[in-house]
């Protein structure tokens, strides 16, 4: 069972509905007209590898929006978190000198502590001051990339750490770091999700918060986990991509956002919460990635590109709900 | 008084999705009467004054306005032939001042296509002044109080000028003084040669201030009285009056006088006085009272679900503080709302989630069970003979008697000992109704102490063994024996009789 209509069931019935696989007819069709259009470039494993590295960032990004969009929430604050992270993090690193080890360490330490307490900031925004999680994320979206531009001085925040570059632009078994990281946490997410009590909570909650209240649930501290968890997974990502450049640009990771949510919406989580899958978010992710290397490929003006993506996401949206 | 009709409902029906919910009512309304239409929840009052307000089309017959057939589509239209409604729930905008909410949906324009403020606000003026209120055009709806607000629906629903005014439970939100103002202005519409049909669950209102009395009991027109002709008991018992079928189980007095629930003196915010009961051993022990009485709300307080303003809950004897239902489950406690599908289950989850929802805790290690997940979810399908072609079924497409299994089962996997049970049979068929009396009966043979909630009284009358009868967030009455028959709960209900513990 690859496909999880919700997140907490398994498949409902023994008839075959081809709409629990929308996504997955979606993807393997989307690959064959990548390969004819593309033959032979796409194909090359040197294209795929550069393709799922490409999207590895937002799409680690992607698993811990996936949870929030289950629980009924939203988080518009994503792209900004991992700018300030990573430029927080090469900062505390900076203050060990020059490719200190244990630099790296406080990097890797920096970004993922500090991303995580700023998805929970947004978490306690949502569930304690009770503001709808639509306007906190965009209040926050807008304080924490204003923070990380005025801590860089609207400049470069540099590393003068050499060996911090290796993680994000390092290769293990033939894949890059960061597609191994995307891989990992989109497993143990989707165990978290699918195999545990407070997988199904989310979903019990994002379905019917009433019930979910009636039914004994701690409502407000299940829909506070995911912002923590969307923290962390903004917390590596923040770090692979500040590693992969070795430097972080204040304005860095603009639209992450909007790339994380159309790789929910594509992997058929819908916007209304209650069920969902993370590997449908893989899914998702890697075909916002195929569409990108397909009009590289075929030369289309990169002004289009987001055109494109558009239409992908209004198509998967149609074929999901229309009844 | 002239005996002239000026509405006459004639052999007018209506189903919904084929249950017949009014059944060929003939109602001749005078001119210039307050006509009170009387009867139990669920008895049809409120599809009968939507259909006469438009709101709904009947499905047989046919209404007669001053001699002639009038076909009235919607309220709009009900309006413009002078038939208006003051609804129980005021459809005010509190933003907008009072001209412009009596005339929201209907406002004059001038020439130009603004909108005519200063018709607008001299016809508001003309319309309060005849209800001799005081309030003023221009004052904000959020800075008045329920009466006034009521004064200004009353104005909006007269702005056509309007022959017949429907008033559907006008009094639930008003206090005494503002009920007598109410009644002034009802009086002097009266004289003014309104027609006025009155909705209301409190006979003794009805009393005072209606010339007739219409009594709908199950669809049917059961009786109709001039107000010298009928008093108080007799309206509760026309209302009532019903065989008992044989679908419930013998009742069985609780052998035990153990105190497994006590409520002292709970009181919640604008919804329940001061109130104490308790539950024993073995026990089935009905909650009677109208819509709004406050069970429901006692209920979630004992649950933890809302706020104690005030008061104690004691179980097996030991006073425990619950704040939050998680605290009831562990102290043996369980709640089935009357909103199954809002409250109750998850429609689009299926039986192995919702059945497990609860005590989950119970089914994970590290990773969640599903094997034992499936053994218990079997195991209450059986139990409940529950209906579903598989376990995966998503509850939204299981009928609303084997939702209410499920939604059982899901509270009997907490391992409750007492268990609460708001309206346990809304909305389900008689099989399964049956066969959920079977079952509750069955549970106090295994130690369980039930409170039944529920505004059927043949409900109430069939399962419990002791009743407390609850009007206005208060106890207005106990019962037990034989005591728990219809017209005893209806004068405790409605008013009539007051506080006579036993």
Not at chain 2, 29 to 58: C, F, M
């Amino acid at each position: 069972m690859i496909f999880n209509k919700t997140g907490t069931l398994e498949n409902t019935g023994t008839k075959f509905n081809w709409r629990d696989y929308t996504t997955l007819i979606g993807f393997i069709a989307l690959f064959l007209i990548a390969t004819i259009m593309g033959w032979p470039y796409f194909l090359r494993s040197r294209n795929l590898i550069t393709l799922l590295r490409q999207i590895s960032y937002t799409g680690i990004i992607a698993l811990g929006m996936t949870l929030i969009i289950i629980s009924g929430g939203f988080d518009l604050s994503v792209g900004s978190m991992t700018a300030f992270a990573g430029g927080v993090a090469i900062f505390a690193m900076n203050t060990f000198g020059p490719d200190s080890g244990f630099g790296v360490l406080a990097a890797i330490l920096t970004a993922i502590v500090f991303a995580t307490f700023l998805g929970a900031f947004n978490g306690f925004l949502i569930t304690k001051w009770k503001i709808a999680p639509f306007i906190a994320t965009l209040g926050t979206m807008s304080i924490y990339r204003s923070l990380v531009i005025y801590f860089a001085q609207a400049g470069n925040i540099e590393s003068v750490n050499q060996r911090y570059g290796r993680i994000g632009s390092g290769v293990f078994l033939g894949l890059p770091i960061p597609v191994w990281m995307f891989f990992a946490i989109a497993a143990v997410l989707h165990v978290f999700l699918n195999h545990t009590r407070t997988g199904r909570y989310l979903c019990a909650v994002g379905a019917n918060e009433q019930v979910a209240r009636f039914s004994a649930i701690k409502v407000n501290l299940i829909r506070f986990i995911p912002y923590v968890i969307t923290g962390f997974t903004v917390g590596v990502s923040a770090m692979l991509w500040s590693s992969r450049l070795n430097s972080m640009n204040p304005s860095d990771c603009a639209g992450y956002e909007l790339d994380a949510i159309a790789a929910v919406v594509i992997g058929g989580t819908p916007m209304t919460g209650g069920r969902g899958s993370i590997i449908g978010t893989v899914i998702g992710a890697i075909m916002l990635g195929i569409i990108n290397n397909m009009l590289v490929l075929a030369g289309v003006s990169s002004y289009l590109q987001q055109a494109a993506k558009g239409v992908v996401i209004i198509v998967a949206v149609l074929l999901q709900y229309k009844k | 008084m002239a005996e002239q009709a000026i509405l006459e409902v004639q052999a007018i029906s209506k189903e919904f999705s084929g249950v017949r919910v009014l059944n060929s009512i003939n109602l001749p309304i005078h001119r210039g009467e307050i006509l009170g239409l009387i009867g139990e929840n669920g008895a049809g009052k409120s599809t009968l004054i939507k259909i006469i307000n438009g709101i709904y089309t009947p499905t047989e017959g046919s209404l007669t306005l001053n001699g002639e057939e009038v076909q009235i589509r919607d309220a709009h239209s009900a309006k413009s032939l002078g038939i208006a409604m003051v609804p129980q729930e005021f459809n005010l905008v509190d933003s907008l001042n009072v001209f412009e909410n009596i005339f929201l949906g209907s406002e004059p324009r001038r020439k130009n296509g603004l909108l005519d403020k200063a018709k607008m606000r001299a016809r508001s003026k003309e319309l309060l002044d005849r209800l001799e209120t005081d309030i003023s055009v221009e004052a904000k709806i959020s800075t008045l109080s329920v009466a006034e607000k009521q004064m200004v629906e009353v104005s909006k629903a007269m702005i056509h000028d309007a022959k017949i005014l429907i008033f559907d439970e006008p009094t639930t939100t008003l206090t005494q003084h503002e009920i007598n103002i109410l009644f002034d202005l009802m009086n002097r519409l009266r004289d003014d040669g309104v027609t006025m049909i009155f909705v209301s669950h409190k006979l003794k209102e009805v009393k005072t201030l209606c010339d007739r009395v219409a009594v709908l009991r199950d669809g049917d027109l059961v009786d109709v009285s001039t107000i010298d002709e009928i008093d108080e008991q007799m309206m509760a018992q026309k209302m009532v009056g019903r065989e008992l079928t044989a679908i419930f189980p013998d009742k069985a007095d609780p052998e035990s006088d153990e105190v497994v629930l006590s409520v002292k003196d709970l009181s919640v915010d604008g919804k329940l006085d001061s109130v104490s009961l308790n539950l024993k051993k073995g026990e089935i022990l009905g909650l009677a009272g109208l819509v709004g009485a406050g069970r429901t709300e006692l209920a979630e307080a004992v649950m933890g679900l809302r706020r104690k303003q005030s008061g104690r809950v004691s179980i097996y004897g030991k006073e425990i503080a619950i704040n939050n239902p998680r605290t009831a489950i562990d102290n043996k406690l369980g709640y089935i709302s009357e909103d199954r599908q809002g409250r109750g289950i998850h429609t689009d989850f299926d039986l192995l989630a919702n059945t497990t929802l609860i005590s989950l805790k119970d089914y994970q290690n590290v990773l969640l069970d599903k094997k034992k997940i499936r053994e218990t979810t079997e195991k209450y399908v059986d139990l409940f003979n529950t209906k579903t072609s598989s376990l995966k079924k998503e509850l939204q497409y299981l009928s609303g008697g084997n939702q209410q299994k499920v939604y059982l089962s899901k509270w009997m996997d907490t391992n409750p000992e007492i268990l609460i049970l708001d309206e346990p049979t809304r909305g389900i068929d008689i099989n399964a109704k049956s066969e959920i009396y079977q079952f509750i009966n069955g549970l106090t043979d295994q130690g369980f102490s039930l409170i039944v909630i529920s505004s059927e009284l043949e409900e109430i009358i069939g399962l419990c063994t002791r009743v407390y009868v609850l009007r206005e967030g208060k106890i207005a009455g106990e019962l037990a024996g034989d005591h728990i028959n219809e017209e005893e709960i209806m004068f405790y209900a409605t008013g009539v009789k007051v506080m006579e513990q036993i």
